[in-house]
């Protein structure tokens, strides 16, 4: 991460190997092609005219521009006296010459000899020389786990005994005898026995998920085996895990914490430690197993909603075939939706599988052309001018909505002969199916069909099923302009996984007498939960699903047809409690185009935390395991994560963990936010940076209620204290409230009361991970010591920049300037044009004090955003950014930063940055191979000072411009 004089930037010639350099004039060349420069070749998505474009736009542009600045003399000569007195104080120890490339685990210890003796060292190799058939092995040596106890057995037996002859009990027993899934209580618990593993395949309305952890737990407090019985089961989401446990809990006439409980991020109501049924996210589970890789404290795995293929969720599917062999006595149990349950017996050798057929009342399904003809509704047509046809069939966006509409009439064209034919529908609804953008969703036609099932239909409540957030927030807007959903007679609830549990937990309720409750919903409410008196579902059939692009490294969030599991899943939850209905607003002949099911979710995201999961677990190269899950991602994927982590100093060259990347497995966190957390504690800014980190882990409180959105961003405005930082507004909202703690405040700023108190309890458990680490001596997150530098902003930046390295941003349009009639305009070297997010305070700035931003997130959907934006100056993106190389010219000193533009400056300046770096850099090295915290009255007080201050410049005070 030091400066270079004199070299070229280097180039990768594949992973794992070396860095190779070649030597290099004094001054650059405009024919060489390096960061920053004009790159040889048009990008590979461009077409047709688009590439004579480029060319033509690459001949008229100059030289790169490049920004001269100089260091202010005061907090030159604060970096002089750090250099000075700090030289040779680090260097010996952290000398990269002297390190060994690893071959084989023997080179170890040779590798790692500039780290000190010490338990931190001593745990940190064994990591590295571990693997994981040794730990579980390991494991089932110690006496730890599950140890059978007669009087705990008896004492347990006795009490369900008691339990059973409640009058409570016996009503709730003969509720859950009702269910399909009692039918088989003796075949499942005889498969159970026989075999190590089964899949459990079950409809919708089958009580699988509620019953057949009490059907193993019921019968073990029989058999006296309670001691030796602790089951875990995983749900998907948060709100599955607790309504689960709290319908579980009632159905065995209990209170949560007794023989049933729950444990997610934040919250958890333990259950005994045996005779128990524990429910878990299933992110819960792998941290259980860091400590317990056998998994010796559980006598059964229950995953639930498997079928869903999460990347957790396959992750474990997978350990578990490493731990099945050596754990003869575990029991594993995978339920699963009856489309793809033959995949998972046939990665387990063809285990038994055992289908539990669905109870719901009948449910009537309506697809579009039912639906317009119930509503008569009338979608808009595209209509062109014949001089608009000729000009538009030129332009990109027209050719893909002439390719889309061909699309669709290949797609429906039959259909619509057969429904002319047969005569079921009038032309005018078969008209309306020949238009494309009767497959855009309509909001207002969704709203009509509301309006008709609340003029025509009996009593029920309505659960609709939309693609995100946004569109939910537009829908209630619109039903509430109507003035057709008076409060004393509709009660409408938002559904989706950026509301804090306690919220969520509201759509359980039972509406007064007369009143008719409708849901608008995300796909949370597809699996898990029920609830119960829903009627009416209306599907539009659309979902939006995270996707990653290797081909341009980009997320998408965009809305996609759902599967065909997912549109079961939503039919299934009408008809629970008598006739249900569901509408679809989609054709039947759409329906047949649907996949069986979703992609699994390891092939279409980032694999960061995976990764480093797969290192915190010993299972090898990164390659190797992944290979062996169901379903292996792209090989281009991991590279890219893989690539991420080295950038971020969390792997080496060897794909071995570092010490930081050792400390990042260990946090709870996306390996971004946790350097953040650890660099906050080393330079003593904990409170802000923690809640910064919480908020862009777990969700950002703020909200913006329909009809106030600018009263609402104005309000996060102020909080970001015009600092042109999303970043500065979580923290200093979160400052506020641990200071105030006051529905009032949270009311005044559109901020969620529940969620500020969820965040500020994380603030307490990453303190309490940082001090179990060694680089806190509180786990306060407030303490004084933690926070001598926390009212330095300019600081608090540098550090979200550094996590966010390379997330970095140009502003575009001349000087800073990147306003436009859609938002704000900013420049990435990956994509070029992108725009700022409109829930960003960046958002609505017409003017910025610098050219960069950092952001957390990119996504395209309606166009490429940034998400969580903060504008930062030039010394923080120095310090930011990894191996700049340093080039001397004639009268100045050019500093090239990953394709960023030139920095330039002076001799002088020139020399104290690259040494003060590298002694930074080689103190930062120090601290996390020696854990602990700094202390400010030696030479690394000093250091971190004089960085401080260099970052805590602006770019006036450093006479910054752009040349």
């Known amino acids: 991460m030091s400066f270079h004089r004199g070299t070229s930037a280097p180039t990768r010639s594949g992973r794992g190997n070396k860095q190779s350099q070649s030597n290099a004039s004094m001054s650059t060349s405009r024919n060489n092609e390096g960061p920053g420069e004009r790159p040889r070749g048009h990008p590979s998505w461009l077409k047709g005219k688009q590439i004579g474009l480029y060319y033509r736009d690459q001949h008229k542009k100059k030289e790169p521009k490049s920004i001269f600045f100089r260091v202010n003399k005061t907090v030159g000569e604060a970096m002089r006296l750090a250099i000075e007195n700090s030289k040779g104080l680090y260097n010996k120890l952290c000398n990269n010459e002297d390190k060994q490339d690893v071959t084989n685990n023997s080179d170890l210890e040779s590798k790692y000899t500039h780290i000190d003796d010490s338990r931190f060292k001593q745990k940190f190799l064994e990591l590295l020389s571990g693997n994981i058939q040794d730990n579980i092995v390991k494991a089932m040596s110690i006496k730890s786990g599950l140890e059978r106890d007669p009087v705990t057995d008896k004492i347990l037996f006795e009490e369900f005994n008691k339990k059973k002859n409640s009058n409570e009990y016996v009503a709730m027993q003969a509720f859950r005898k009702k269910l399909p899934s009692y039918d088989k209580k003796a075949e499942i618990l005889d498969l159970i026995k026989n075999n190590p593993v089964i899949v459990i395949s079950g409809e919708t309305g089958c009580g699988k998920t509620t019953q057949v952890g009490q059907f193993i737990l019921d019968n073990e407090l029989e058999n006296k085996n309670g001691s030796i019985t602790r089951i875990i089961c995983t749900e998907p989401r948060r709100i599955s895990a607790i309504s689960v446990a709290e319908r579980v809990a009632a159905e065995r006439a209990e209170k949560l914490g007794r023989s049933v409980g729950f444990q997610i991020r934040l919250e958890k109501k333990s259950p005994r430690e045996c005779g128990s049924i524990l429910f878990c996210t299933t992110g819960m589970l792998l941290q259980f197993m860091q400590s317990d890789p056998a998994l010796k404290r559980f006598s059964h795995i229950i995953l639930d909603e498997v079928h869903e293929r999460s990347t957790e969720s396959d992750f474990i599917i997978t350990l578990l075939r490493k731990i099945i062999p050596v754990r003869p006595d575990l029991k594993v149990i995978l339920m699963s939706a009856t489309l793809n349950s033959q995949r998972f017996s046939d990665y387990y050798s063809n285990c038994p599988i055992i289908h539990i057929p669905g109870f719901t009342y009948p449910v009537e399904e309506y697809y579009l052309e039912d639906i317009l003809l119930l509503t008569d509704f009338r979608f808009e047509e595209n209509q062109f001018s014949l001089k608009e046809l000729s000009y538009k069939r030129h332009q990109k966006k027209f050719k893909e909505q002439n390719d889309k509409y061909c699309k669709y009439r290949e797609m429906i064209n039959s259909y619509l002969e057969t429904l002319t034919v047969e005569k079921q529908y009038p032309m005018s609804v078969i008209n309306q199916l020949h238009n494309p953008n009767c497959e855009n969703l309509s909001l207002e036609l969704i709203e009509e069909l509301i309006r008709h099932i609340c003029k025509t239909k009996e009593p029920g409540a309505i659960l609709v099923f939309l693609p995100g957030m946004m569109d939910i927030i537009n829908l209630n807007k619109l039903m509430l302009n109507s003035q057709y959903y008076p409060t004393n007679q509709y009660i ?303 600081l608090i930046k540098a550090i979200v920049c550094v996590g966010l390295y390379p997330n970095i941003a140009t502003i575009d349009n001349g000087v800073f300037k990147g306003i436009h009639k859609h938002g704000v305009n900013a420049l990435t070297l990956e994509d070029g044009l992108v725009k700022v997010h409109p829930s960003s305070v960046n958002s609505k700035m017409k003017v910025f004090p610098s050219p960069f931003l950092t952001y957390f997130t990119k996504q395209r959907s309606t166009a490429i955003y940034l998400h969580d934006t903060s504008c930062i100056t030039a010394p923080i993106l120095l310090f930011a950014g990894s191996d700049p190389f340093l080039f001397a010219g004639r009268d100045k000193y050019t500093i090239k930063l990953n394709g960023y533009p030139n920095f330039s400056c002076d001799a002088r300046t020139a020399t104290l940055i690259q040494d003060l770096r590298t002694i930074l850099n080689n103190l930062l090295e120090y601290k996390i191979s020696h854990p602990g915290t700094v202390n400010w009255d030696n030479q690394e007080g000093q250091i971190l000072n004089a960085l401080i201050q260099f970052v805590s410049q602006s770019d006036e005070e450093m006479g910054f411009h752009w040349n």
């Open 492 to 794: 409408i609830y938002p559904l989706h996984s950026r509301m804090p549990t306690i919220d969520q937990k509201l759509v359980f309720k039972e509406p007064p007498l007369g009143v008719r409750k409708i849901i608008i919903a995300t796909s949370i409410a597809e699996t898990s939960i029920t609830i119960e008196d829903v009627v009416y579902v209306i599907d539009c059939g659309k979902t939006k699903l995270s996707r990653f692009d290797v081909n341009r490294n980009i997320e998408t969030l965009e809305p996609e047809w759902v599967s065909k599991a997912n549109a079961k899943q939503r039919r299934g939850r009408a008809g629970r409690v008598k006739k249900g209905y569901c509408y679809h607003l989609y054709s039947k002949a759409r329906e047949l185009t649907f996949d069986d099911y979703q992609l699994p979710e390891m092939l279409r995201t980032r694999l960061e935390t995976v990764i480093l999961q797969i290192k915190i677990l010993q299972l090898g190269k990164a390659k190797e395991f992944l290979a062996s899950v169901m379903d292996p991602p792209n090989l281009k994927a991991i590279d890219l994560s893989l690539e991420l982590l080295e950038t971020l100093n969390a792997l080496d060259n060897d794909e071995h963990l570092t010490p930081l990347g050792y400390h990042l497995a260990q946090l709870p966190l996306d390996p971004r936010t946790g350097k953040m957390i650890i660099w906050a504690a080393l330079f003593s800014c904990v409170d802000p940076v923690f809640s910064i980190a919480a908020s862009l882990t777990f969700k950002d409180a703020f909200y913006c209620p329909l009809g106030k959105e600018e009263k609402a961003m104005n309000k996060k405005l102020e909080l970001s204290m015009w600092q042109y930082s999303d970043h500065i507004a979580l923290a200093e909202a979160l400052r506020r409230f641990e200071i105030n703690n006051s529905f009032g405040f949270c009311y005044q700023y559109f901020l969620s009361y529940n969620t500020l108190s969820l965040l500020s309890e994380m603030k307490r458990q990453f303190a309490q991970h940082l001090c179990e680490m060694k680089f806190l001596n509180s786990v306060d997150p407030l303490a004084q010591d933690a926070n001598r530098n926390s009212n330095n902003i300019a």
